[in-house]
C-alpha cells in the first residue's frame, strides 16, 4: 500500500493549510458527488524542480447543480473525472481537504524545524464518494492536451451541499465529523 508523505513549507499550519486545484477533462460547472473507482496512481516528479503526484480517478455519481442551468449536469452521471494532486509543500492543504472528503484517516507530521507534513494510504481512497465543486479553468501549458481543464475545488463530505443549501469554501480544518471519521492510521493499513 504505498504511504504518501508530504512536507509543507516552512510555517505552514497543515490543519489550516489552503486546497489547491488540479486538472482532468471537462465537466460542466458545478457541485457533483463522485465516487472514486479506480485505485490512485502515484508517479515520480518528472525533474528535480518537479513534486511528485497522487492522479484520483472517479465517476460521476450525482449531480447536485449545475452553474448554468441549461446544462444537462445529469448528463454527466457516470463520466470520469479525474484530478491530479502535487506532493508540493504548497498543495497539502488540497490532500488534506481530499482525504476529510473522503473519510479517510491522515496522520500530521512533525518534521525537523517545526515543518509539518501530512501521511495517509492512498489505498483507501478507492471507493470512496466525495462532493466536488468543478469548475473550468484555463490551460495554457505548453502541449497541454485541452484548452480548458475542469478542476475539482471545495472538496467536501457526501451531504455537505444538502445540509448547507450550497458550497461551502472549506471545511472547517482539521475536523472530520464524527458520523464520517475513519479508523486508526498505521502505515500499511488500518487497525
Known sequence: MPI?????????????????TGGGGLIPEGVYQITINEMPENGAP????????????GVVANCLQTLDPAQKGASSIGRKSTEVFSHSPKSVGSMRALCEAAGVHFKIVQYQGGVQGIEFDTDHLMGRTLEVKIIHEDDNRPGSQYPKQSRWVDLQ???????????????????????AAPQGFVPGGYV
Not at 4 to 20: C, H, L, Y
Open 4 to 20: 504518501v508523505s508530504i512536507q509543507a513549507e516552512q510555517g505552514t499550519d497543515v490543519a489550516s493549510a489552503k486546497q489547491f
Open 46 to 57: 518528472k525533474s528535480a524542480d518537479k513534486h511528485a503526484w497522487t492522479k484520483v480517478a
Open 157 to 179: 463530505l457526501p451531504g455537505t451541499f444538502a445540509r448547507t443549501g450550497g458550497v461551502q469554501q472549506s471545511a472547517q480544518p482539521g475536523h472530520v465529523p464524527q458520523a
